[in-house]
């Protein structure tokens, strides 16, 4: 398609379809852990990109960037596409290069010139190694971003626990640094069991956390609804985890040159004070918050307290419909029910083959959004219940 003719492509189905873009479902596999098959992915499908890839272990929500995934992986891996109805299809990336303000807002597109997070639902079977994302001036040095990010417990995605329903965060209070480094330093030699050093707390469903940047964490093994910002970068902290064993290129991956080999210069990108906060949990859990409860919906919000992301979830009852209005573009994912939204039908799919559309993700415009986004549950008994992720005020 050359520019011209996508250009008032992109345009003319934008205002066509009122501001709002279905989205393709995205899968990605990763080629550690095992998956937690609560991707509602035909079970045939796991491997869908074949076993040297590993088994598909999450699903990517309005997505502009491409995941860290190595070097099978295809170039846009991991970004989300609109459903442009029979085959075709345009990235969100595009969308947003050709709208630019009209779609995400002219704040959020003056400050960061694309959309700037994306969120996923993490489905692991077992824990997930203990790992540390790196603050913004550490992935500046490689070229990327720092990742903040933020957890959230659906219960409709969670019909069992998994392995290990607990997530370990940073380290306890009396660790010292050259504790740590003791660990690093023999990361080929043995087994570490670094989380001997670190704390970990039960996941409770219908509950978060917020991540920040610099903190080391070994996800639990509950499906995970997680925005974050627009980064997939990381230093892996712990090598050998649910009896899988990980080489010191996890470690190192995403270090200067120079530094690579150099535990001294990993425990430095930590924010060291952030992983032993004595009231952790106190500093970083996130209970939802009741935003609104009335005869129509029950709005929350999930994930909060920080400058970079944010999340609600929106519950419309039985029946019944509601306007919603929000001051910002917006991501969102079905967990339950069916209806419409804004005139789109949206549905939340029992299973989906690989490469299969659905009726269960959008993006919403900052236009459609700002004037109020009509929201009707069409199920007599059953609520409505969808995610919405978005950039923090803060960062818009």
Not at 167 to 187: I, M, Q, W
């Amino acid at each position: 398609m050359n520019i011209l003719k996508k250009s008032s492509t992109i345009r003319n189905y934008f205002e066509k379809n009122g501001g709002i873009l279905p989205l393709i479902p995205v899968f990605v596999p990763r080629r550690f852990g095992a998956a937690g098959h609560r991707l509602r992915l035909h079970p045939d499908d796991y491997y869908a990109l074949g076993t040297g890839r590993g088994s598909i272990k999450e699903r990517w929500f309005s997505s502009v960037i491409a995941a860290m995934n190595g070097p099978e992986a295809a170039p846009d891996e991991g970004m989300s596409y609109v459903d442009m109805g029979s085959e075709n299809k345009i990235s969100l990336k595009d969308f947003v290069a050709e709208l630019g303000p009209e779609l995400i807002g002219e704040g959020c597109f003056k400050k960061h010139g694309t959309w700037p997070m994306y969120s996923k639902f993490f489905d692991y079977e077992g824990p997930l190694f203990h790992h540390m994302h790196l603050k913004f001036e550490d992935a500046a040095k490689v070229g990327k971003l720092g990742k903040p990010e933020a957890y959230y417990y659906p219960p409709q995605y969670n019909n069992y626990p998994g392995t290990f329903p607990h997530t370990y965060f940073g380290f306890t209070p009396d660790t010292t640094k050259e504790e740590v480094r003791e660990r690093l330093a023999d990361f080929t030699g043995r087994d570490t069991k670094i989380t001997e050093l670190s704390r970990a707390y039960r996941i409770e469903l219908g509950t978060g956390w917020y991540t920040p940047p610099g903190v080391v964490h070994a996800p639990g093994s509950y499906l995970t609804y997680e925005p974050q910002w627009n980064s997939d970068v990381n230093a892996v902290f712990e090598n050998i985890t649910d009896n899988e064993i990980y080489g010191d290129d996890f470690l190192y991956e995403n270090v200067p040159e120079e530094h690579k080999g150099d535990p001294d210069y990993v425990i430095g990108m930590m924010d060291w004070e952030a992983n032993v906060d004595p009231d952790y949990r106190k500093t970083y859990f996130r209970p939802p918050v009741v935003l609104a409860d009335n005869v129509d919906y029950t709005e929350k919000q999930v994930a909060y307290g920080n400058a970079y992301i944010a999340a609600k979830e929106l519950t419309v009852k039985p029946g019944r419909s509601c306007v919603i209005t929000d001051g910002t573009a917006y991501g969102c994912i079905l967990t339950q029910g069916y209806g419409t939204i804004g005139g789109h039908k949206c549905s939340t799919p029992s299973m989906l083959r690989f490469g299969q559309k659905s009726e269960d993700e959008f993006f919403v415009g900052f236009g459609a959004a700002s004037k109020g986004v009509v929201i009707t549950n069409l199920s007599k008994y059953e609520p409505l219940v969808m995610l919405k992720h978005y950039p923090a005020p803060e960062a818009q």
